[in-house]
């Protein structure tokens, strides 16, 4: 088949302003036809369908495909402002295409990341033509989950996706500035250990990046932003594309959760690892998202939903990569049914599990072997933090590939800095499919503290696999939430009770395999450090202080 290209469509937004599309249709097919669009970014050159998808085969099964620059970028007109105007420009484009001769009227949004955040936004402004929506590694606001999480600044990846991404790819910046932010990537190393060496380079190029610093999450500022602000009014079908080790999974669950009718996949993915394989783990050829054939689930979906096609074999809503047993399987929902907590308690230097404990994992009243009381102090020193060491990072080590993912952290934990809790081997296989929650009670430094939790999968040889990990920052003398409105005062102790989500996460612990939390008190530069000065904090377990790892076992595994 033969696709025909028009280059550089100019679409009229609602205040005037005109965005650049690229439109390929069907040659000599019988239009009009259904429109795939997708706003980015990044640029429209390059493969239609973005980074995962073909798009040149979504224009073969007989749609139109529409690839437009968003407001401000490339050929588009504007200023590019990330995020505010995604919901009325998409919307606005939606219709657009709709009422064009080679359309029917019907649309679909698709995209990874950003482009895929713009397609909800779109979808809360309810565009009467919009008939489904398909994000991939996307989130459910700008705020927590993307920029900031747990309360603290995701440095690693929001400072180098502005200056690399945002800046250096169709910023229309003159070549002095363009050196500039060149000579910023290439030093990414050092700004990471002195992020105030950028401020007067981002004030003058991106001054939206201290508008974020000055917004903590659950802000007013965030709302205009954040689909999850939104859900009631997205009224169409979703299929939800994220992965394990992606930095926007919980928002991408968060909207598998909250909006109906979606569709959840989610495989051994980072945000730019889809092939599954990393430096140091493969998970083999089904875990490729090509061999998945994320095109076809693409199709599928829009066949669905825009041509009325049901598909020639009806699946599950849900389809999870079990990392560990190395394998897909479907389910019914998330959050996954015939689940139950599984609750270790720290004691010692070991993780158990209590009998008699309830399901928030509280000590029993009386435990045959109840859990010795005891306590640890926690160093921090902002000169020399805990290192980022794999995860659902995004920083720059080979394009975002070689620094993420499922790394080997026995570096991490020989240091003094770090303190580490482990289950005995296992007798028999153990399915966790669900979040994962620290649970534990912290004398914080008068100074402020940020409290890390890291859930590690250590194998018989000794090798000891990230799984998820988060993070909870604690302001001088009480906790707080991410929102400043939520904080809870410490005890007559000074003790807190800190909670610190670790993420989801769908795995197998094989028998002989041990179970390890990790505790530390920074994790740069995947976070910004805090506080700025050396700080010692205490953490409790046991007794009436009983810190614990909250999981979610499968019991038909």
């Not at 859990?371 to 020193?381: E, F, Q, W």
């Not at 994962?436 to 409290?451: F, I, N, Q």
Request: proline fraction near 8%; aromatic fraction near 8%.
């Amino acid at each position: 088949m033969r696709i025909v290209i028009e280059h550089d469509v100019k679409i009229p937004m609602r205040d005037g302003v005109l965005l650049s599309a690229d439109l390929y249709l069907p040659e000599g097919s019988s239009g009009p036809f259904p429109v795939l669009i997708r706003r980015t970014p990044y640029g429209k050159s390059g493969n239609p369908g973005g980074a995962s998808v073909d798009g040149l085969r979504m224009v073969r099964a007989g749609y139109a495909l529409l690839v437009q620059d968003v407001r401000g970028r490339f050929g588009s007109g504007g200023t590019f402002e990330p995020y505010w105007n995604e919901a009325d420009d998409g919307a606005d484009t939606v219709a657009w295409a709709a009422a064009q001769p080679w359309c029917d009227g019907s649309a679909g949004l698709f995209g990874r990341s950003y482009e895929g955040m713009s397609a909800l936004l779109a979808a809360t402004n309810g565009p009467p033509a919009l008939g489904a929506v398909a994000p991939q590694v996307a989130g459910s606001g700008f705020d927590e989950g993307w920029t900031y999480q747990g309360g603290a600044f995701q440095l690693g990846f929001v400072l180098y996706w502005v200056l690399y991404d945002l800046l250096l790819t169709g910023a229309g910046l003159d070549s002095a500035a363009e050196r500039e932010v060149a000579e910023a990537v290439d030093a990414i190393d050092d700004l990471y250990r002195d992020p105030g060496r950028a401020a007067e380079l981002l004030d003058r190029l991106a001054p939206y990046y201290r508008e974020w610093l000055a917004h903590p999450s659950g802000h007013p500022y965030w709302s205009r932003s954040a689909p999850r602000a939104s859900y009631a009014a997205i009224k169409v079908p979703v299929l939800n594309i994220t992965g394990w080790y992606d930095i926007f999974l919980a928002g991408a669950l968060e909207n598998s959760t909250a909006i109906p009718g979606t569709e959840l996949v989610v495989g051994p993915w980072s945000h730019c690892v889809t092939g599954g394989v990393f430096p140091q783990r493969r998970y083999g050829l089904a875990a490729d998202e090509q061999q998945l054939d994320v095109t076809g689930l693409h199709l599928a979906h829009f066949d669905r939903h825009l041509r009325n096609r049901p598909p020639a074999q009806e699946s599950a809503p849900v389809r999870l990569f079990l990392t560990g047993a190395d394998q897909w399987r479907t389910f019914p929902a998330w959050p996954v049914p015939g689940t139950r907590p599984y609750v270790l308690h720290l004691a010692g230097r070991t993780l158990t599990e209590l009998p008699g404990a309830g399901a928030a994992g509280a000590a029993p009243a009386a435990a045959a072997d109840p859990v010795a009381t005891g306590s640890d102090v926690l160093r921090h020193d902002p000169a020399d933090p805990v290192p980022t060491t794999g995860g659902a990072t995004a920083l720059p080590g080979q394009f975002t590939g070689a620094d993420c993912g499922p790394l080997d952290q026995r570096e991490v934990e020989r240091r003094p800095d770090v303190l580490c809790w482990t289950t005995s081997p296992l007798d028999a296989p153990l399915t966790v499919i669900g979040e994962a929650e620290l649970a534990v009670y912290v004398t914080p430094d008068a100074a402020g503290a940020d409290v890390t939790g890291k859930l590690v999968d250590v194998h018989p040889d000794g090798r000891a696999e990230i799984l998820t990990d988060g993070i909870r920052r604690l302001a001088p003398g009480t906790e707080t939430a991410p929102a400043p409105a939520t904080r809870a005062p410490a005890d007559a102790d000074g003790v807190v009770e800190v909670r610190v989500r670790l993420g989801a996460i769908g795995h197998v612990f094989t028998a002989g395999h041990r179970i390890r939390l990790e505790i530390a008190a920074s994790n740069a530069p995947r976070f910004d450090v805090h506080p700025k000065v050396v700080a010692h904090h205490t953490v409790h377990h046991g007794g009436d202080r009983p810190s614990r790892l909250l999981l979610s076992r499968l019991t038909d595994a």
